[in-house]
């Protein structure tokens, strides 16, 4: 039988947590911690920037998985209902593939139909329709003068 140090867990995960190497907040419940979840999207888009979905999910302390993706993806889409009502820009176009900087499937299926698109969603059309929701979501938050709501 392996024998473990005192107070640091039957796991990895505990592990980890116990040594400082990744927040508590850490683990599955952080994906669908909405308020957290916003306020890094609020906070890429007053820098200008987008994230990968990797990113993203090593933003709540998690590696990339595809359970764990589609789960942030259902996050993304509560953010964006919830936002649409107040008047805000979407938020989840700034979620892109490391590859070629473009939202995800599911994201074309449900919010770029909205928008009217009914393109590929990969090359250049995608690209500019991805690029002009960016500059709004950019614009928006850039305004809010670092007031998060």
Known sequence: MARKAPGFGDTLD???VAEGLVPDEAGPGAIADVARVRAMLIAAARERRALSYSDALA???LRFSRPKMRAYCRTLDAI???GAAAGEPGL????VRE????PGQ???NGTA???G??????GPDAAALVKRLQAEAFDYWAAKHGAVS
């Open 92 to 95: 989840a176009v700034l979620v």
């Open 117 to 122: 698109y009914k393109g590929a969603w990969t």
């Open 80 to 82: 964006d209902a919830a």
């Open 106 to 108: 599911g994201w074309w």
């Open 113 to 115: 139909e909205a928008y």
């Open 99 to 102: 590859s070629d900087r473009l």
């Open 59 to 61: 933003g709540l302390g």
């Open 14 to 16: 505990q592990w980890l």
